[in-house]
């Protein structure tokens, strides 16, 4: 197979607007690598691409999955590598994009075979970090330290991950991805550009997104998706994102509006910063410094860098 064009980067980079303009030259199509925009009812706070910014190329993997329903890396990288062969079989080229890095290494060094998922695990571990993290944290130091060297204590998701892992398989993330250096994997061959910006520049992008968020109805979005977990009498795990807890805070009257709008900006920050730090562990293969480019060229050197690879 081909190499696929990839392009990651923190939350805000620009990454949506890149890809589309590369599928209008290349004809292509885009793949998304993204852990919350799969969810289907999240357009808004997930930042999913709207019909006016595809400007008609088509897009696979966004907004398809249930809210109740989390995926796997594993299960997620197998859709992705499925979607580009589809692709690639009707002569057009796959663009990945996104911010997701344990898709993107579930992609280029396979995923181990003890990514499982166990969702009342999940809410038992989720309940116990709300409960005390600490303890969660140094119960991951002791199962596995070398993983928890990457995993920070106010990173939720990745720490009930770890030991959700642990648990349901009696062995530990770094056991397994040593494991799984002696399996055959099925990987994808990509060829990616990092987008990277300075932080002050980024920090106002994502300032200036959240307020569009708003804007666009993203207290709503909120509202009616909590209506439909109420109704249906399933926990949404989505609804644990970036924003929503805010927002949901904020209608249950512990945040003024003021106090959400600044904590979604904070975490939003934060996250990007570890989406960096993950990337810059990664095999990349450019990395686009935006503060020293013109936007408007990073297109056509993007286009000519990757045909020139192939």
């Known amino acids: 197979m081909k190499k696929t ?19 209008q030259k290349l004809n292509g199509e885009v793949i998304g690598l993204d852990s919350r925009q799969i969810y289907k009812g999240m357009p808004i706070g997930t930042a999913q691409p709207t019909h006016t910014e595809m400007k008609g190329i088509p897009h696979h993997l966004f907004g398809f999955q249930d809210p109740s329903k989390p995926i796997s890396a594993g299960q997620y990288a197998d859709q992705v590598i499925e979607k580009c062969q589809q692709i690639l079989s009707v002569g057009k080229t796959p663009i990945l994009c996104g911010g997701a890095g344990l898709y993107f290494r579930a992609l280029t060094q396979g995923i181990f075979a003890g990514s499982v998922s166990n969702l009342h695990l999940r809410g038992r571990l989720e309940q116990a970090y709300e409960d005390d993290p600490v303890s969660l944290y140094e119960r991951l130091q002791t199962i596995d330290p070398d993983y928890c060297k990457i995993v920070h204590i106010n990173n939720k998701k990745r720490l009930v991950r770890a030991l959700e892992i642990f648990e349901a398989t009696g062995i530990s993330p770094s056991e397994h991805f040593r494991n799984q250096k002696n399996q055959s994997l099925n990987i994808l061959p990509v060829f990616s550009f990092l987008l990277n910006y300075d932080r002050s520049k980024l920090v106002n ?91 408007s060229t990073l297109p056509e050197i993007v286009h000519d860098i990757f045909s020139h690879c192939q």
């Open 5 to 23: 064009l990839t392009i990651i980067g923190p939350t805000a980079s620009g990454k949506t607007s890149l890809c589309v303009d590369l599928a």
């Open 205 to 295: 992008r994502i300032e200036k997104r959240t307020k569009e968020m708003f804007a666009k109805g993203w207290i709503a979005e909120v509202e009616y998706l909590l209506k439909q977990q109420n109704e249906s009498g399933q926990l949404f795990p989505a609804l644990n994102s970036i924003g929503y807890r805010q927002i949901k805070s904020y209608l249950d009257g512990a945040m003024s509006y003021q106090e959400m709008e600044e904590d979604i900006v904070i975490r939003t920050r934060q996250y990007a910063r570890r989406q960096m730090q993950w990337f810059r562990k990664e095999s990349i293969d450019i990395n686009v410094v935006l503060d020293h480019l013109e936007i």
